[in-house]
């Protein structure tokens, strides 16, 4: 198998790949109510193609030849590397296991769904149990590192180690603390006019219109209603997002779209003649996270962004909005309240939400805590942290669906998310001349055009570390951050 | 290979043809503009996949000994024919005459596409004439038959053939054109309120109400906008309709979504349990014609069905149907009148567009005609048939796509699913206690009922024509059909 035979194989399992994405976006955006058990099916046995295409022998023994061959250009070599990678992830398992993991994950989500409807952690816990004795196992088959959840967390953010989360988390709980308090010091605000009754059609135009305005390419995507807002790519032509509209919450639609809109823009801007290669993928999810956190807070969020969209926004809904002022909406849009919810955190309180996740799951895969332990443990954390204690399951611990699915070690990805965005639009504004002010009339094309530039058009060449190196002259650090938030809540409450 | 396995492999192939299904219906509804290029290479590549699993010479060994196996059932026998059937006809041609069949359908549909354009059909002659020679080739290697063109009809009709064909259009020429001869003869029908304006939003509502009126499940389907109304099946659990909306022709929406409606409930009542297989797919393209054609004309053009719904209708639209009477409304739902283009034909004059067709077809593959006499022959026969001449080619000979997708032996099926149609519904009257009453009392369940028990329920575990004997004691006849508009007619002129 030379290069191009290889680069073909990986197109035919990108085109599988991506008519699952097809299979299951329209699953969660149109499937009547009775058509889910085919659709899963149909979903398995394609899955089934891709697994045997990845794991197939011939396949393996090929790409390690080719790895090897010295006519290839650093950017190939990189490809083959990471498919060999990812080649050896997916056979280091025997059968037994790889079963023994399907029906465990399977049977934690019914029980974890089951939980839910009773509100009632204890009907998790045996499942969960179960499942987590397993991902200990799953650590440690999956090879040497200096702690065993490296080898969870690198599934998910290649070269992240908990070595270096407990730096960035000991940051955060150092430096984030003291800024949550001062900001919370501040006069309580009234954000009340955000929750009054706005038209859900005139909510979905303007959504529409916002995408368009941070550069969605609405001729190769398309925005859909769903429960759980979501993005998918079926191929750079074709990024599809999903929001929900509530009409009494304008919040929930829109900054699901931006969010979404972010990691879009993301998938739209990387390189079509990579498709399907790692170096035509995403980096990692920290590096996804990042697109979407960057335009929902870093852009949306602060002021430049609404100077110029209030004015507009106001136009749709007069009667809900006339008497508000720019910089009493910017307050209302950055309230800072703690509150026992991941998803409907605000965005300082959000990394103490992933910083407790993170510690459950780095102390459940090295063993110095067992599920048995864990709601008090989560309990306890809320309070030391938040101030908060959850009353009920519903609203601690049986809150996320991930370590059901026996995904551990994608929380950490969330805040990753928010501190590369924070470091690289800092960056950004180095290299772009007057860029709030280009926001400030209507125009982030340049911005967009920077991110594709130094992010979308890489792909999966490097890992973000280097990525960030490479951008912002040095690695992930929280000051950006910090600044970022330090500037913006000085000038609404200066 | 053992039944069971067989049936294993069925149903992968069947949920990669679905997933197939999936892609192009989302191609047809959703796709953006700029995003078909990886869509189609998506399609391809899992038809390569159901091409190579169906054409494995392993599969068609095992194939050849499981038929052999004295345990099988009939049902189970059939299957296991039925596949080796289709194994024969896939494997039949080698790798060289695949291409070029591939290489020529795509040109000859760009030609034809091209020619559309510039309404000039001298830019598709000579990419259907390379086309047809092949087709003649291709009718030629698929086995020994009484005419070629049987072996291409036999794709399409199992069992059909030209000395079949010739009879019943004969009795089409005989019997139909005294019989439009008749009905056009009668005092010339006022139609114009069926084209006013009517609300696009309430014509989509009173669509999806008559859907699920005639027994429609929209727990397992869906109806949805496309270009060209289709009926799609990702399982007997998800079968979807689309259909258009004209605001000026209120009948355009209506009886797509009723056609499509009708091929939706067969769809909707396959077997389950044979997933995959001959006995839980369609029987024929004529068998699937005559379930949209039963509720398109049988049931929703004539007065029971009327004399329930024409009160909901007028309440939708009291402007537009004040004044009009039920009778007077079905003199213009019926009315008879030869226009140049097939799919805008009524219900009469439609076979003999299909006559042309297939008299034109049977003469390419024999040889008798060549294409570069096509035009002439075509306008002619018009000019013969209906009394009209096509004034350009858009008209006539370049108004249908199927020619350009090698599709040869297929219109024969539109006029079998009519004359079926009526021989299956007049049974139906015979054997359902007050069918009419019934149905003017709104109540069509006992009539789907009795087509899921006679028709859907059976799958492809016959041959259209033994069905048809099956269920009325006979072959088709073309009489079933003469009387039922005879006695249509009558009523509504007498």
Known sequence: MDYKAYKAYMSKIADIGHSIAVLSWDKEVNLPSGSAAFRSQQVATLSSIVHEMLT??????SLKDLVEDPTL???EKNNVQLTLKEYKKATNFDEEFVIKRSMLTSKAFHAWLDARKKNDWQAYRPALEELVILKR???RLLGDADHPYDNLLDIYEPGMTVQKLDVIFKDVKNELLPLIKKCTSYEKVDDSFLTQSYDEEKQWAYGLEVLEAIGYDFTMGRQDKSTHPFTTSFSPQDVRVTTRVNEHDFSDMLWSSIHEGGHALYEQGLPISEYGLPSGSYMSLGIHES???LWENNVARDFAFWEYQFPLLKDRF?????????HDFMK???????NLIRTESDELHYHFHVMIRYEIEKKLIEGSIEV???KEYWNDAYDDYLGLRPKDDLTGILQDIHWS???FGYFPTYSLGSFYAAQFYEQAKQDIYRLEEKLSNGDSSELLSWLRTNIHSKGHTMEAEELCKEITGSGLKLHPFINYIERKFNRLYS
């Open 56 to 61: 197939k022998p011939s396949f393996g023994e």
């Open 73 to 75: 250009t650093n950017k």
């Open 137 to 139: 196992e799953e650590a």
């Open 291 to 293: 697109q979407s956190r």
């Open 318 to 326: 007069p009667n809900q909005l006339a008497d508000v002022s720019l």
């Open 332 to 338: 209302a849009i950055n309230n800072i309240e703690p």
């Open 372 to 374: 048995s332990e864990l």
């Open 405 to 407: 699915h026996g995904s």
